[in-house]
Every structure is written in structure tokens, then in C-alpha cells.
């Protein structure tokens, strides 16, 4: 499809271990950008990948958290060490920055649900 | 430092009632500004946008919006809603040009039939 997409939809994992997601972005959008969204709570900002410059990592909340984009495609968030806390939705969104009718309108994917166990 | 705020974090209304969400940043330069929804089992999408020009923007499904820069808000608005409407209501800044936005905390809409 032409939206979004991220993988896997859900994840539970054990305290402790390792996850990867992964986001497929909108073609030839150059922004993407990772949030977290806690259960009640707003969208909180983790990383941020603009074309080939260096991403904002301001967001992201330990440096267990880390994040990877392949030029501008595939991206993938890694969590080591999961933590109960680390349990919320994790979305991916592109955007294609300096066109008249698009600029910096976000595009968001399904969302990958992270349980921790 | 930067910071969007979200009044109301529930609100639950009759159909034809209107609506009217506050959004509130803090920031002295340039933004720009969004509402997204997010409606049950759905992905965000976007409701409205303002970047320059007419402080009253329109949106899609009779939203609208107004930009009242000596206020620092875009409040959300639509004069009658529908049980449809049910939903969650982002609003969302980007502070100057860089492309780095911050979401305010959502706002629950109900409404009733």
C-alpha cells in the first residue's frame, strides 16, 4: 500500500530482552520520525531522521533506546534491556517536506503495541 | 522551553451539541500548527493545518480551527458534531522550521446519541 507501515503490529516480550521495530515509510518522504504513546497519554517525541542529516535524538528517554534509518527507507527502533515502563504504542510517521501541499503534514502507521512482561 | 497544552482531556457531548478545544503553546517564534484524530481502531490522521495567511483555517468534516497569535492558541472547533466525531483530538506544533514537532497530551471526545 501507499501508507505506513510498521511491524510487528504487537510484541510482548519479557523483562530483560531485546526488541527491534521497524517502520516502512511513505516512498520519497525524507522525514520520519518515532514516538511513544503511553496508555492515557500524549505522543512523545523519541527520534527524528531528516534526509541524510544527522537525526534528533533529544527524545529519546535512555540510552537503551536507539534508532537506525537506511537512507531514506526502512527504519528501525531497538529497545535492549526492556523495561515494564517501556510498554506503551510505538508510532512511525514521513513526511515530505517543501512541496505546497504537503509540507510537514505527518503520515502516521498503525503503530507497533509493545507489552513487557 | 517549548510546550503545547490540551485543556481538556475528556470531553463528552450530545450530537448537534458544538465543540470547542482549547490548544495553548508556549513559544516566541515562528510555528507551525496542526490538529490530528485519531478515531477507534484507527491510524492519526490529519484534521486540519495552519502554516501562514488566514488565521481561520478549515479542516476536513466541518472542523475548523483559529490561529490567534497573541494568544499563543489554535483552539479546534466545529458548531455541530455527530456521534461520528467520537474520537481522539491531537494538537500538534512545530516550532520553527526544523521538522521536530511536540504533541499536546490528546483530548477523549464522546459523543452521545
Known amino acids: 500500500g501507499a501508507g505506513v507501515s510498521q511491524s510487528p503490529s504487537n510484541k510482548v516480550t519479557e523483562k530483560g530482552k531485546d526488541v527491534e521495530l521497524r517502520c516502512d515509510p511513505i516512498s520519497g518522504h525524507t522525514a520520519l520520525y518515532w514516538y511513544r504513546q503511553r496508555l492515557g497519554q500524549g505522543l512523545e517525541f523519541l527520534i527524528y531522521f531528516q534526509g541524510n542529516s544527522a537525526p534528533d535524538k533529544s527524545g529519546l528517554p535512555s540510552d537503551r533506546f536507539s534508532a537506525e534509518r537506511t537512507g531514506e527507507s526502512v527504519s528501525t527502533l531497538t529497545i535492549q534491556r526492556t523495561q515494564q515502563e517501556d510498554s506503551a504504542v510505538y508510532l512511525c510517521a514521513s513526511s515530505s517536506s517543501g512541496t505546497l501541499y504537503s509540507y510537514n503534514e505527518q503520515f502516521f502507521g498503525p503503530g507497533t503495541r509493545l507489552t513487557v512482561l | 522551553a517549548q510546550s503545547v497544552s490540551q485543556h481538556n482531556h475528556h470531553v463528552i457531548l450530545s450530537e448537534a451539541a458544538s465543540l470547542e478545544l482549547g490548544c495553548n503553546y508556549s513559544?516566541?517564534?515562528?510555528?507551525?500548527l496542526f490538529w490530528y484524530v485519531q478515531y477507534p481502531g484507527q491510524h492519526l490522521q490529519l484534521l486540519l493545518k495552519y502554516f501562514s495567511g488566514d488565521p481561520l483555517v478549515k479542516g476536513i468534516k466541518g472542523f475548523e480551527a483559529e490561529f490567534i497569535k497573541s494568544k499563543f492558541s489554535f483552539n479546534l472547533r466545529k458548531p455541530s458534531v455527530q456521534w461520528s466525531d467520537t474520537a481522539e483530538y491531537f494538537c500538534?506544533?512545530?516550532?520553527?522550521?526544523?521538522?521536530?514537532?511536540?504533541f499536546g497530551a490528546g483530548t477523549q471526545v464522546v459523543v452521545t446519541p
Open positions: 500538534a506544533v512545530e516550532f520553527g522550521s526544523w521538522g521536530k514537532f511536540q
Open positions: 513559544y516566541g517564534g515562528t510555528v507551525n
